[in-house]
T-cell receptor
């Protein structure tokens, strides 16, 4: 079964600083990988996804992620954090019609 | 277009009761999946339906069940509620399922079991 590990349950960054959220996956076959964001009292929203093709994936709100097969990683970055980026972020891998989520990383942004 | 609609948004039940949650997917989406979100266990997959057929099921006891109707609307039922069933239940829809498609999530149904 596929699984993902998110390193760090909480990340605090200053406004304007780099946001880096780490995700590693276990997979015996090329995976489909996703990053979702959840704002308080809301459902999840897709930030970006990797299926095939280009390994650098650009998503919404200035986020991007790079698929590195050799490192089994799919880290999420944003060059400059904004206060509105405060939320919980989930990495996920799809397998057999289900998504397996990481434990999530809560991002707080300091003014 | 309208998003994924889940009802009810909030509900309180007592142990031993049963509950039914409803999910209306985005128009044209044929896949509906359900997830349980708790602080301790995070997001866990319950089941996925496509054109009224369950294609996959997570590791939950038989008290958790679901179904999908011909109009793609889905319901999940939890019988004999336990305190540990208190959670946010999220429904998601997509055009053709998970592997290549984007999931669109509803805002969830928050269940409290007393």
């Amino acid at each position: 079964a596929q699984s993902v590990t998110q390193l760090g349950s909480h990340v605090s960054v200053s406004e304007g600083a780099l946001v880096l959220l780490r995700c590693n996956y276990s997979s015996s076959v090329p995976p489909y990988l996703f990053w979702y964001v959840q704002y308080p009292n809301q459902g999840l929203q897709l930030l970006l996804k990797y299926t095939t093709g280009a390994t650098l994936v650009k998503g919404i709100n200035g986020f991007e992620a790079e698929f590195k097969k050799s490192e089994t990683s799919f880290h999420l970055t944003k060059p400059s954090a904004h206060m509105s980026d405060a939320a919980e972020y989930f990495c996920a891998v799809s397998d057999d019609y289900k998504l397996s989520f990481g434990a999530g990383t809560t991002v707080t942004v300091r003014a | 277009k309208a998003g994924v609609t889940q009802t009810p948004r909030y509900l309180i039940k007592t142990r031993g009761q049963q509950v039914t949650l409803s999910c209306s997917p985005i128009s044209g989406h044929r896949s509906v999946s359900w997830y349980q979100q708790t602080p301790g266990q995070g997001l866990q997959f319950l089941f996925e339906y496509f054109s009224e057929t369950q294609r996959n099921k997570g590791n939950f006891p038989g008290r958790f069940s679901g179904r999908q109707f011909s109009n793609s609307r889905s319901e999940m039922n939890v019988s004999t509620l336990e305190l540990g069933d208190s959670a946010l239940y999220l429904c998601a829809s997509s055009w053709d399922g998970l592997n290549t498609g984007e999931l669109f999530f509803g805002e969830g149904s928050r269940l409290t079991v007393l």
